[in-house]
């Protein structure tokens, strides 16, 4: 059974670093591309970062660029997303998601599966 498990959300101020967590289960970690999306309040969900099967590639939203960070540990089943300079329009629940096997790091949220439950990321100013 496909699981994604998210962690260390919570209640930040602007400016803030906050580090997610993900540990997936029930598919072998290490062969697939692994993303993150959002979903603000009221909006779609949309793409934050993506990182492939071994690390050597990323791909990050323009929002993001520079500010966050994604990372992944095979050994653990687990891949991260370090967040920093956070804002105000951060605010959202963060996803983790499986993407293709061996292929790349698309943003497309089509080519995404098994999606955890969420963790929520709230910034005040």
């Known amino acids: 059974q496909v699981q994604l498990v998210e962690s260390g959300g919570g209640l930040v101020q602007a400016g803030d670093s906050l580090t997610l967590s993900c540990i997936a289960s029930?598919?072998?970690?290490?062969?697939?591309?692994m993303g993150w999306f959002r979903r603000a309040p009221g909006k779609e969900r949309e793409f934050v970062a993506a990182?492939?099967?071994?690390?050597?590639?990323?791909n990050y939203a323009d929002s993001v660029k520079g500010r966050f960070t994604i990372f992944r540990d095979n050994s653990k089943s687990t891949v991260f997303l370090q967040m920093g300079s956070l804002k105000p329009v951060d605010t959202a629940v963060y996803y983790c998601?499986?993407?293709?096997?061996?292929?790349?790091?698309?943003?497309?949220?089509?080519?995404?599966?098994?999606w955890g439950q969420g963790a929520q990321v709230t910034v005040s100013s």
């Open positions: 998601a499986y993407g293709p096997p061996y292929s790349g790091v698309p943003s497309d949220v089509n080519q995404y599966t098994g």
């Open positions: 990182i492939d099967w071994n690390g050597g590639n990323t």
């Open positions: 029930g598919r072998p970690f290490i062969v697939y591309t």
